[in-house]
């Protein structure tokens, strides 16, 4: 029988075809090996990543973060956007949560100091040393009844792990300190003296159309500088109500104050004695609730006429006519 070239061309294709199919059937000449992401060098990229969500304990915030991570290594942090602190912002604290995890010059290892105390001068023990050397002084506190010379310095924590720490510190009778870079005690005994919780609240600040601020540094500082630089954007946008209005009280000019509309520079420590004359010029009004006024202070504010505007200009540095319009603005 005759070959036509028709016949012969599609004969090869389908030969070509089999070929290719037998042979990736086949076993490779080479094993495959998968390595530990540990042991991976730092400039290897294969072109997969992962995003992982999480939350970010550099700061008490605990903004959501997204983390890209390739063969195990983390390689950027995002914010999260459907995480309702930050809504998909993040600040530098995040950012710098690689520099603390992969960073030459960190602290990996536990430490003992080699010379006289001051002197900067540190080893690096394993950990193993490390829990002996911890174990033997408490017990040696414990025996002699002394524990109490001893001290756990945590940052603010909270859950379980705040019931672990407690748990740990009263069995052994030692004490705990909570350190925070930005300490907010007096805002916490202040929110339990008026609400009755020890805790640390939102400020609506998106939907406000008037801020009257002292000494907190919220574009900067204060609680949670992210959530509240998005917060500030609506405040001032305004949107279906007046754009908001902010009057900032403070000794400095800080970048809150360099955003407000006013600031009222007053002298270092007086920022109570302000907030209490105000309290006195709303209070003094001829509208005012009463019924709210004596639930609030237990019906007698007498005491309050000491600190009318005209009794403390010269002690704050604010003059009554500023004391008595921003009350007025305020109420």
């Avoid at 915030?61 to 983390?74: D, H, K, Y």
């Avoid at 603390?100 to 006289?116: C, E, F, K, N, Q």
């Avoid at 000494?215 to 204060?222: E, N, R, V």
């Amino acid at each position: 029988m005759a070959l036509t070239r028709r016949q012969f061309l599609t004969l090869m294709g389908g030969s070509a075809g089999a070929a290719v199919l037998f042979q990736a059937c086949g076993v490779p000449e080479k094993e495959l090996f998968i390595d530990s992401p540990v042991e991976m060098p730092e400039d290897l990229v294969t072109g997969t990543d992962n995003w992982y969500a999480t939350v970010c304990r550099q700061c008490d915030t605990s903004e959501g973060i997204v983390v890209r991570v390739m063969e195990g290594r983390a390689k950027k942090v995002e914010g999260n956007v459907d995480y309702p602190v930050n809504l998909g912002k993040h600040g530098p604290r995040c950012e710098a949560g690689l520099q603390s995890l992969y960073h030459p010059d960190r602290i990996s290892a536990p430490l003992v100091r080699t010379g006289p105390r001051g002197s900067g001068e540190y080893r690096e023990i394993s950990w193993e040393d490390a829990v002996s050397r911890l174990a033997s002084q408490l017990t040696e506190l414990s025996d002699s009844g002394e524990s109490d010379k001893a001290v756990l310095v945590t940052n603010p924590v909270g859950g379980h792990l705040a019931l672990v720490i407690q748990s740990f510190t009263e069995s052994i009778g030692m004490r705990r300190f909570v350190h925070e870079p930005l300490e907010t005690s007096v805002l916490r005994k202040s929110i339990s003296e008026v609400f009755g919780q020890e805790s640390i609240p939102d400020f609506d600040i998106d939907n406000s159309d008037y801020l009257l601020s002292f000494g907190a540094d919220f574009l900067s500082t204060w609680i949670s500088p992210t959530r509240y630089s998005r917060g500030y954007g609506e405040f001032r946008q305004g949107h279906e109500r007046r754009r908001g209005r902010l009057v900032h009280v403070d000794s400095r000019f800080s970048v809150t104050a360099a955003n407000a509309d006013e600031w009222v520079r007053v002298k270092p420590g007086t920022e109570g004695i302000l907030a209490l004359s105000i309290i006195q010029v709303i209070c003094s009004e001829e509208d005012v609730d009463n019924s709210v006024v004596d639930s609030l202070t237990g019906g007698d504010i007498s005491w309050l006429n000491s600190y009318a505007p005209e009794n403390v200009s010269a002690q704050t540095g604010v003059s009554a006519e500023t004391i008595r319009r921003i009350s007025t603005e305020f109420s």
